[in-house]
């Protein structure tokens, strides 16, 4: 069965509210999901170890009568929280790159046992209709053809990726041992308006806008990159979709089209109106020869999802953003 486009995006949803727990919820991607589908007329539970006060990207979510934040870890996580819900969109995750080549152990603690916990909990809870699961580009690294499909093997990189990939088998294995209600949906870069500040599109976006000059890692590498309103669309689709389409299939959401880190810089200083120089400095362990183009076709077809908003647009759309971070607090010193 395939969804049509009237079935969505529009307005409230007609069919029966989902009661979705959204782990990750203080973060970039999971805020922006609660919001959504509060908006749509469902039931959330936000689960993240981010206290409620501290919660700043969760504004009136956290007074909505529909919303309950549930400040807990992954790794406590029991079936009598899980219980109730009929779905779990997980994207609580180490979710920084750079951060797991400095700190391995404690990323694959987060992201692989974290998802051991979630699955368990899930597991032991039952009566879940489906568990998404937030897959990451840098689960392949170097594609054996381009674009990317969901059925490419999993060939991380780097720390961050193998983390990723370990939690996304873990995923699959619960689902053929138990019965586990899997869906994985990847993407390889998401920016956006609050997205987080130690991804390279907002350190340059920030240096750009200061005058300051942006530092390359490399630069012949690829990215697919995504704005945050169509990867929280195609996340809402699955979400809404009946749960014998989705579940046990895998959806890449990205562009179809990949673009060097030098372009990217390049689109970044456009953006920002700015004349600043590059320097290229070398690449991070494992990075030179990565590409990323994910297909789009699988998520059109079943879910009819499409991107809206173009990899460039959606630079600029985050420069916006980050000029008026960058105007109501100049004194700020840049990211690192
Ligand atoms: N942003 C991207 O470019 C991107 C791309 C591909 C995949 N993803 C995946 O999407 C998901 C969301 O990414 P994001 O950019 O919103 O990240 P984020 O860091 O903004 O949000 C992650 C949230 O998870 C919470 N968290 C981490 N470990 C936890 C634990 N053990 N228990 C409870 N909460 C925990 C953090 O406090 C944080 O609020 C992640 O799984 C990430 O791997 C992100």
């Not at 990723?164 to 019965?179: S, V």
Request: hydrophobic share 45%; aromatic share 8%.
């Amino acid at each position: 069965m395939q969804l049509q486009d009237n079935q969505h995006q529009d307005g409230p949803v007609e069919s029966p509210p989902a009661t979705a727990l959204v782990t990750g919820a203080a973060g970039f991607g999971g805020s922006r999901l609660v919001r959504e589908l509060l908006n749509r007329g469902h039931r959330v539970t936000g689960l993240d170890v981010v206290p409620p006060l501290h919660a700043g990207l969760l504004r009136w979510e956290l007074e909505h009568p529909d919303f309950r934040y549930l400040w807990q870890s992954l790794q406590d996580l029991q079936p009598g929280d899980v219980a109730g819900h009929s779905v779990v969109a997980h994207l609580a995750a180490q979710a920084d790159t750079p951060m797991a080549f400095a700190s391995p152990r404690y990323t694959a603690m987060q992201n692989i046992d974290g998802t051991l916990a979630l699955l368990e909990a899930v597991r032991r809870a039952g009566g879940v209709g489906k568990v998404l699961f937030a897959g990451s580009g840098n689960e392949i690294g170097r594609p054996s053809q381009l674009p990317i499909d969901e059925s490419h093997p999993l060939t991380p990189h780097n720390p961050y990726g193998f983390s990723k990939a370990a939690a996304e088998l873990a995923m699959w294995a619960w689902h053929r041992a138990y019965g586990v209600p899997a869906v994985v949906l990847s993407t390889g870069v998401v920016i956006g308006p609050q997205m987080r500040r130690e991804v390279f599109i907002f350190k340059w976006l920030w240096n750009a806008l200061h005058g300051l000059p942006l530092v390359v890692e490399g630069g012949r590498q690829t990215r697919d990159l995504s704005f945050i309103d169509d990867v929280i669309a195609a996340w809402v689709r699955v979400i809404e979709a009946p749960d014998e389409l989705v579940v046990g299939e895998k959806f890449f959401v990205g562009s179809g089209a990949e673009h060097t880190v030098a372009e990217l810089a390049g689109w970044c200083l456009e953006a920002a109106g700015a004349d600043v120089p590059i320097e290229y400095v070398g690449y991070r362990p494992g990075e030179d020869g990565q590409r990323e183009a994910f297909s789009t076709d699988k998520a059109r077809r079943i879910l009819g999802h499409a991107p809206q908003v173009s990899p460039q647009a959606a630079v600029r759309l985050t420069a916006d953003w980050v000029r008026t971070l960058v105007q109501s607090a100049p004194e700020k010193p840049q990211p690192a």
